[in-house]
């Protein structure tokens, strides 16, 4: 009886095909095969092996999962990795060149703007966002546009301070810094 009723519901509700995506991720192209219903943030952790890229919440709010796409800031866990087909998207393994740190990576360095470190990949990302977008110029705004990454460890004055520090000496945004980030 439960084999017939298993039966029916997958004749009812096949499960759909994986789907083949192509994600440029730190300007390079990968192809995958994924589930349909594969978050862009799992697609990055679990498939490429991408893990700088934090799973908080999952639910779009905390911003731990922040990632460029097409210089665009995202929650990377709200997006399905099939949407994203085509696009460029940036993690924070993408910001550095070489050994040279992002402006905003030596920025959090220098002003301590962590303890755990858990929200700093996506802190960092939307900074890099926000300053591509040209909208910060005072503190109250970035602290309202960075409102969306949540730090547990309340290191928000430090890192308020590092996004100060980089937009002071002329916001180097992210399309500055690398080829895909800012695009
Ligand atoms: Fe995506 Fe929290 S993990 S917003
Ligand atoms: Fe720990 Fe932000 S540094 S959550």
Known sequence: ?????????????????????????????????????TTLLDA??????????????DHGQC?????????????SCLALA?????????TIEGLAQGSTLHALQ??????????CGYCTPGQICSAAG?????????ADEIRELMSGNICRCGAYPNILAAIESVLARGGT???ETNGEAGR
């Not at 030596?106 to 303890?115: G, K, L, S």
């Open 1 to 37: 009886m439960a084999q017939k009723t298993a039966a029916r519901h997958a004749e009812k509700f096949p499960t759909p095909a994986k789907i083949a995506i192509t994600l440029r991720v730190n300007g390079v192209d990968h192809q995958l095969e994924l589930a349909p219903w």
């Open 173 to 175: 945004a992210a399309s």
């Open 82 to 90: 099939v949407m994203k087909d085509g696009a460029a998207i940036t």
């Open 106 to 115: 030596q920025a959090f360095i220098e002003h301590d703007a962590f303890q």
């Open 63 to 75: 911003g731990a999962c922040t990632v460029l796409a097409d210089g665009r800031r995202i929650n």
């Open 130 to 138: 926000l300053i591509a977008e040209g909208r910060a110029a005072t």
């Open 44 to 57: 990055l952790r679990d498939h490429l092996d991408l893990t700088g890229t934090k799973k908080g919440c």
